[in-house]
């Protein structure tokens, strides 16, 4: 996917190469410009079909796949597999649909899923800091936008004051750990 934008350690940063293609569920083939030698992301419905026929002859897929999940889609039925994927792409087909938001963070908190979290779809500037606390950990920009301008969504106000997958502890227990005064300390309170 171009405009990439990825976390390693905390530190964001534009993909230079991205081996995942998403696969058009109609044409059954990679998007358009991709490339023959990279691990496929699809759909839900197709992802578990080829799970299960992998299952029945008591085989590993060759390659990683990912899995593609629409709004609509329920996170809880990749229990039995969390663990043996590597990707996992929530779609968001609207700016103003934050369903993929709740995916995330039942992913993340809930079904204990480690891989990569990839926001795909209608992904903008503003929305980076909400998505990282949910859990992602990458970010397909939309492509009529600059990956290099949205980076820097990650770089402004990240404070958050309730817990979130990427900081679990509230602010202020992180303050009264750090020796800060909390709320009844302040003067004239």
Known sequence: MKNLI???????????????????????EAAPGASGSAYRILPLSDW???SEVAAKRSEATA????????PDDDPADL??????????????????????????FVLRSRLGFRGE???????LRDQLVAMRHCGFSSF???????????????????LIYARSVAC??????????????????????
């Open 168 to 189: 679990p502890e509230p602010l202020f227990r992180r303050r009264l750990r750090a020796g800060e005064p909390g709320e009844s300390d302040q003067p004239g309170t």
């Open 79 to 104: 229990a039995p597999w969390i663990d043996r994927i590597a990707l996992i792409a929530l779609e968001f087909p609207s700016f103003r649909d934050g369903r993929a938001y709740t995916q995330a």
């Open 63 to 70: 390659e990683p796949m990912g899995v593609l999940l629409h």
């Open 140 to 158: 397909a920009v939309r492509g009529d936008r600059s990956a290099e301008d949205a980076l820097k969504g990650l770089a402004g106000f990240d």
């Open 6 to 28: 990825t976390l390693h350690s905390g530190a964001a940063a534009v993909a230079v190469k991205d081996p995942w293609e998403l696969v058009d569920t109609q044409e059954g």
């Open 117 to 123: 979290l990839r926001a795909i779809g209608d992904v």
């Open 48 to 50: 578990r079909q080829l």
